[in-house]
């Protein structure tokens, strides 16, 4: 097996996507959208972890129906598995994908891990630093026993950026801006790996951009991790409204055609980005964007 965080350089400078697309399939056809996907020339391909499957085993599938495709958990939360039980997986899956998976890290939000999962939301970086520990010290006897499967964390504040700058490969922030990529930049240090996830939607529609802008931020508006962050970038309590203000809804989604994406894509990456997952948010949001994938790989490809 190649090294194992060959898998992290590959992705400097080059576009992936952030979808949970697949999940609108059944498991069966979860190989064929990554195929898509690594057909139309993306590195990576971001999959989350909420109410949809197990995010290993979405992944496993996934990565069996390619062959060069980056597949990474963005994130799999620390309260739903041990750290042994997640890093043996993602073990397991590095070593037969030959080093394609990234074990993407997050300790969740509250509701998510109390009412959904009846477990304890308490000192979330504190519980990030132990499991990452704990990660480091597991033990698995299987012959892929020995890899270090790449791990990155999402990280949004200065205290979870420190711990990703000490004990991750790097960090996965989601729903930012330009300027918090920066930040995280100068948190994380020069060699760490940063991705960041950036909403799209290729419309210049204004009523249509605001239904799938609405649509995308309703459940993270009322989240006060990302709340405490959109505050640490300058909105309040004004923006935070069920689908977001304007406001916020044109700093977090693109709206217009590929030369305004392939515009913040350039943003990200001046500000210190190595790597853009871009999620692609379609006329309907559970379903493949596949029209919308092939206009974007074609402009990713003449950039």
Known sequence: MRDELEALAGL?????LWSFAHESLPPAHSADVARLVESLGFSSLWIPESFG???????SLLLQGTTDLVVGSSIASIWARDAMAAVNGARTLASASDGRFVLGLGVSHKPMVEDARGHAYSRPVA???SYLEAVDAAVMLSPEGSIRPPRMIAALGPAMLEVAAELADGA???????EHTAIARE????????VVEQAVALTDDEEEFRRRAADHLGIYTSLPNYQNSWRRLGFGDEDFVPGGSARLQDAMVVRGDEAAVLARIAEHEAAGADHVALQVLGERRTAVPEDDWRRLSVAIGER
């Open 12 to 16: 400097r400078g080059s576009v992936g």
């Open 53 to 59: 499957r197990e995010p290993l085993v979405s992944a």
């Open 127 to 129: 519980a990030m630093r």
């Open 172 to 178: 996965l922030p989601y729903l930012v801006t330009p």
């Open 187 to 194: 948190a994380l240090g020069p060699a760490k790996l940063l």
